[in-house]
Structures are given as C-alpha cells and as structure tokens.
C-alpha cells in the first residue's frame, strides 16, 4: 500500500510560477512510475506529465510542454511538479499517481494503483 501526499498548491496570478510536491509512503518509491494529472470544474481528469521509475524518461501533455517540469526524488521518495508561465486555464486540482505496472499508456488513469487527495492550483488573470 502506498499513500501519496500532494502539497504546493495555491493562488498565483498568470505568468507566475508553483512548485508541487508529492511524498510517498513505504520503501519501494523507485519500483513505482509517478504521474500528475488534473481536474477543472466541469472537465474529466486529464493528464499532465509523467516520470519513469528511475526519472531518466518524461512525458507531457502537448498543454503544458515547455512550461512544467516533472522530476523525483527516490531517496526522499517525493516526486515534484515546477510549474511556470502559468495560464488561467491550468486551474484545476492537481493529482499525482503512481503506477506498479511497466506500460506507456500515460494519460490512462485507470492504469494507476494509487492517488493522492489532490491540490488546489488557482491562476488569475
């Protein structure tokens, strides 16, 4: 079982930048790949980035190429979200996700064994 732990959330007007962190419990962080995705009001959960297992490999969705970061930590078992140039329509509470299973099929949110209680991200025009 692990529980993830989502924080850095906050208001932030456009243009601005936010830092999320996700801690994870138990000792096997590095056997998990690490995602984030995000859910607006009214919208399906959709996904953001992704890390593998080691974080020598990242993914984005097209949204945010060039603006977010993805990265992990293994040995502090947290997995962190840099986000700059921030738009209003990135508002939406953030999730991370960890996935056991090796499999590419990043923006599939039924592929993922465990999720935090999400973080609130708020940008203002």
């Known amino acids: 079982q692990v529980q993830l732990v989502e924080s850095g959330g906050g208001l932030v007007q456009a243009g601005g930048s936010l830092r999320l962190s996700c801690a994870a419990s138990?000792?096997?962080?590095?056997?998990?790949?690490m995602s984030w995705f995000r859910q607006a009001p009214g919208k399906e959960r959709e996904f953001v980035a992704a890390i593998s297992r080691s974080g020598g490999s990242t993914y984005y969705a097209d949204s945010v190429k060039g603006r977010f970061t993805i990265s992990r930590d293994n040995a502090k078992n947290t997995v962190y979200l840099q986000m700059n140039s921030l738009k209003p329509e990135d508002t939406a509470v953030y999730y991370c996700a960890a996935k056991t299973q090796y499999d590419t099929r990043w923006a599939a949110p039924l592929l993922y064994d465990y999720w935090g209680q999400g973080t609130q991200v708020t940008v203002s025009s």
């Open positions: 138990g000792r096997t962080f590095s056997s998990y790949a």
